[in-house]
């Protein structure tokens, strides 16, 4: 058993487990407590790729092996060790790009479905977006009609996933340097699909062999995910569900009500928050939650399903991965669905011990004893309302004795997708990267992070995420986020504009303060990284601050992951040439070559690269001295310190 304040660095969280702790429920803190990591397997040290195996060659702990030793560290077959951790970091990547490919392929499917107009509850709502994906796609507009457009966008998107050949469409986007680096690499990807197989086809026995190969493959597959799945999911549903733009919502468990019908929805795909957003405002239902006792419908979402809906329709956000179990322990969750991905499987034994239905809602994401109702596009709102009707009936069988809300909600602006930073930065007429560029150029902003990914119960809930983001601000980085993090960011209440006055360094709170906004930008879900590849994008294209991505003084981390999610991301934001740094455990430590490989070498070649650093506030200084660097290569680095100068200076004259 753990204890509360070591669990979470949220006091809400914290209240809540210690609920859960009097309720007898096990939660994941538990587990976390009661199982240790292995130590072979947690460095990449263990093989089962074969049934000669497992077999493990762990290098010996705190001294150096011999050269007879490590002869002698290779499994069955005579892979080394190299060998083994390499192909255990590429079936990572291919296990996250599988995900978010497979996300990206079922959203393209009923995009195309709906632009047929074979399903009514879905259509275009970004009209804007479509002719610029249509034009991105080499789509010929002409006199076509807008239904026409989507059907070929639709078909196109769809064919990529498969592609056996040439360029995924999305390669072009970059710029023309980052396109030649990886060119001249090998590591254009194809089609998701294709990239996926050949990784996993190369790790099987006997394959690929040399563990630089493999960690190249693992790169153009990650690239597929990066720039091929993950881009297409974020751009169709923008165009489906509508571009995010800055609206207002509540974050963390106290947005549960004891006197409404709680409903939450878990998981990734928005194909069903959308529709449960329409059925959980429908007047009938709300009618029929009345008469049931109950004073409305509250809906309220978790991980990244919660992501999407909270930043098109402001829908609060009950938290992030490590609380889903934790909104069903404080006994208020009348009902929860469940899609694909994050989801744990003790929901269901912790929806036991409460009155909560659990329902799971994709053939791809069932759970052995719970109630599954398919999702089915062509009954979109149908389904959802059955669904609410469900939670409605669930309410009466509520303990309101049983039931402790923690209090505490925070208020979080989120929404800023791609295109919204352009024209919140530039404005509605001459959307913009480049006053970005300017107070980077000036010194203002010293550069920029993505800072995403999951939580990982290995360490303190939130913690790296939060101690990371205050020293990145601090010291005048604009941080973006998505996934798990945002709700980390904004659980403590740092993704408001006023955040800035108390959180961010001179230069950055000058700029929030200008253009209105939080220091930490909430850019949505983890398929949407797309959008932080093509804000770099943005950045380069606007010119003054290098030809590629990796001149750009900007930086990633994913200081709590865990999923294999986040692994492909990391490797793509490093084969597009982002510095990259993950915190918590890094998966190929028991190899020094394959290792040293991701962190330098990968820069010969990607003119990117990982880091591992488990204190986040060293972390935070790693990116920070990265940006630095960058900065200095573009001769920008003396423009800051004079505008340090300057605010040293302001201050001096404002206490005189
Ligand atoms: Fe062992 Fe080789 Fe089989 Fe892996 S593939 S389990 S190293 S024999
Ligand atoms: S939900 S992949 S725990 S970010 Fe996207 Fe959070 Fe990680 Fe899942």
Redesign the pocket.
């Known amino acids: 058993m753990a204890e509360a304040r070591k669990v979470s660095i949220d006091g809400v969280t914290q209240e809540a487990y210690e609920k859960a702790l009097g309720d007898g429920v096990e939660t994941v803190f538990d587990r976390a407590a009661r199982i240790k990591p292995c130590p072979i397997g947690s460095g990449g040290a263990c093989c089962k790729n074969c049934g000669m195996g497992p077999c493990r060659v762990p290098a010996p702990k705190n001294r150096e092996e011999t050269p007879e030793e490590r002869a002698k560290r290779t499994g069955v077959c005579g892979a080394t060790a190299e060998t083994i951790a390499a192909r255990n970091f590429a079936r990572m990547v291919a296990g996250g790009a599988s995900a978010h490919s497979d996300h990206g392929r079922g959203i393209a499917e009923t995009f195309l479905a709906a632009a047929k107009g074979e399903i009514k509850d879905f259509v275009i709502k970004d009209e804007q977006k479509l002719y610029q994906l249509a034009m991105d796609m080499g789509v010929e507009i002409g006199d076509k009609d807008l239904r026409e457009i989507a059907i070929e966008v639709g078909e196109r998107s769809l064919a990529e996933f498969g592609k056996q050949e040439g360029e995924g469409i999305f390669v072009k986007r970059a710029p023309l340097k980052r396109q030649e680096v990886w060119r001249r690499a090998g590591v254009v990807p194809r089609g998701p699909d294709r990239e996926i197989v050949e990784m996993m086809h190369r790790t099987h026995i006997g394959v690929d062999q040399d563990y630089e190969s493999i960690l190249m493959h693992a790169a153009r597959t990650a690239l597929g995910d990066g720039w091929g799945g993950s881009m297409i999911a974020t751009e169709l549903q923008d165009v489906m569900f509508g571009t995010p733009e800055p609206v207002v919502g509540l974050v963390n468990l106290g947005i549960l009500k004891r006197d409404e019908v709680n409903i939450i929805i878990h998981g990734?795909e928005p194909l069903l928050p959308e529709m449960m957003v329409i059925a959980s405002q429908d007047p009938e239902l709300l009618r029929y939650a009345e008469s049931k006792g109950a004073k409305g419908i509250n809906l309220g979402g978790l991980?990244?399903s919660a992501?999407e809906i909270l930043m098109r329709h402001g829908i609060p956000v009950a938290g992030?991965?490590l609380q889903q179990e934790l909104a069903i322990t404080t006994g208020a969750v009348d009902l929860m669905t469940v899609d694909v991905?994050?989801q744990m499987q003790s929901l269901r034994q912790v929806a036991s011990c409460y009155h909560t239905k659990l329902i799971t809602t994709d053939r791809r994401g069932k759970i052995e004893g719970v109630q599954h109702i398919q999702f089915e596009e062509e009954r979109g709102l149908e389904i959802a309302k059955e669904i609410v009707r469900m939670a409605i009936d669930n309410f009466a069988n509520r303990d309101q004795g049983r039931v402790v809300i923690p209090d505490g909600t925070k208020e979080m602006v989120v929404g800023f997708s791609h295109e919204t930073i352009n024209y919140l930065l530039g404005g509605m007429f001459r959307a913009s990267y480049r006053p970005l560029n300017d107070n980077i150029i000036n010194g203002r902003i010293r550069g920029v992070a993505g800072v995403?990914?999951?939580?990982n119960a290995r360490v303190q809930h939130n913690y790296n995420f939060v101690t990371m983001i205050k020293e990145l601000i601090k010291s005048d980085v604009l941080v973006l986020t998505?996934?798990?993090?945002s709700m980390a960011a904004g659980e403590i209440g740092l993704m408001t504009p006023e955040a800035a006055l108390e959180y961010a360094g001179d230069g950055l709170r000058s700029v929030c303060e200008a253009v209105g906004i939080p220091p930490v930008l909430h850019v949505g879900?983890?398929v949407d990284n797309s959008r932080i590849l093509m804000a770099a994008t943005a950045m380069v294209k606007d010119g003054g601050l290098g030809d590629d991505i990796s001149d750009l003084p900007v930086a990633g981390a994913a200081p709590e992951?865990?999923?294999e999610?986040?692994i492909s991301i990391g490797e793509y934001f490093v084969a597009s040439g982002v510095f990259t740094v993950f915190g918590v455990t890094w998966p190929t430590t028991n190899s020094e070559e394959v290792t040293r490989y991701l962190f330098e070498r990968y820069e010969d070649s990607l003119k990117g690269m990982w880091a591992f650093e488990q204190d986040p506030v060293k972390a935070a200084q790693l990116m920070i001295a990265h940006i630095d660097k960058k900065r200095k290569a573009l001769g920008i680095d003396k423009a800051r310190e004079r505008i340090l100068y300057d605010m040293a200076k302001r201050r001096e004259l404002d206490a005189a």
């Open positions: 990734h991980c990244c992501n992030n991965f991905q994050c995403v990914g999951c939580n998505t996934g798990c993090s879900s983890c992951w865990m999923s999610k986040a």
